[in-house]
């Protein structure tokens, strides 16, 4: 008996030991396989969070398409759109999808995608402010017309670039009137106040489209920069950068890509 239970227990030692050994597998492969995307959700309807708190929009539905097909299990991060690329850098994410435009300056820190949306810059004011719309869109006379007025813009977005560079570094508008947020809802909370907070902000024009269906905010002017979107990787991560150009690339010829841009935009 002493014998049978001494054989006993060193197959029951065997079967765990393959077990753990089989279970560790499974885990390091599911790790392996995870791609960490990173977000600001604030940006409807690119990316924003539902009455659950859920991260949905534009952005999260291709993205988290794009690397399902390629096999891997994605989680994603809300982040602060300042904190995006150092967070990428930092290996804490893997992925970004945000909206974020493809820049010179951004393209020294980190591998964009190719371009999946093209969009340019707007003015949102509150209906009814004394914000003047300049109809004509010369770019000179607006830039006059909004010289005066306190502008908000969120950290680290082309709009704030756009602010600096074309009212601020020309000496049109004092660099105190420009408000600076973390979250762009909070700009729109400041705007929906009125001229005591914010007369104005400079965002992207499909973004301000979408805080303009409350009746209660208009589009002013719509800045023609060109700008193009694009999901960022870490320099050198070549294949998986590869990779996801060549699903995207074929994402966007599909019927499921039409629908996806019918759901947010149309």
Request: aromatic fraction near 8%.
């Amino acid at each position: 008996m002493n014998k049978e239970k001494k054989i006993l227990s060193t197959l029951m030692v065997i079967v765990m030991v393959g077990l753990g050994v089989a279970l560790s597998g499974c885990v390091e492969e599911e790790e392996v396989n995870k791609i960490i995307v990173g977000t600001s959700a604030d940006f409807a309807p690119f990316e924003y969070t539902d009455a659950s708190g859920n991260i949905i929009g534009f952005d999260i539905e291709m993205v988290t398409t794009i690397l399902e097909n390629l096999n891997y299990t994605v989680e994603v991060k809300d982040i602060g759109f300042d904190s995006l690329i150092p967070s990428l850098q930092a290996e804490t994410i893997d992925v970004i999808a945000a909206a974020m435009t493809i820049t010179e300056e951004r393209e020294e820190q980190i591998d964009f995608s190719i371009p999946y949306y093209e969009a340019d810059q707007s003015v949102l004011i509150k209906k009814g402010s004394d914000v003047e719309i300049n109809e004509s869109h010369n770019l000179e006379n607006f830039t006059a017309s909004i010289a005066n007025l306190t502008i908000g813009a969120q950290t680290g977005t082309t709009g704030a670039g756009w602010v600096q560079e074309n009212l601020i570094d020309t000496e049109l508008m004092d660099e105190a009137n420009l408000k600076l947020y973390d979250l762009y809802i909070d700009a729109v909370a400041d705007l929906d106040i009125g001229p005591a907070r914010l007369d104005a902000i400079i965002l992207d024009l499909p973004v301000a489209q979408a805080f303009a269906e409350d009746s209660g905010r208009e589009v002013a002017y719509t800045i023609i920069t060109g700008e193009s979107y694009g999901l960022g990787v870490r320099e050198g991560e070549t294949e998986l950068l590869n990779n996801i150009n060549a699903e995207l690339n074929e994402f966007m010829l599909s019927e499921e890509w039409t629908t996806l841009i019918t759901k947010y935009f149309e």
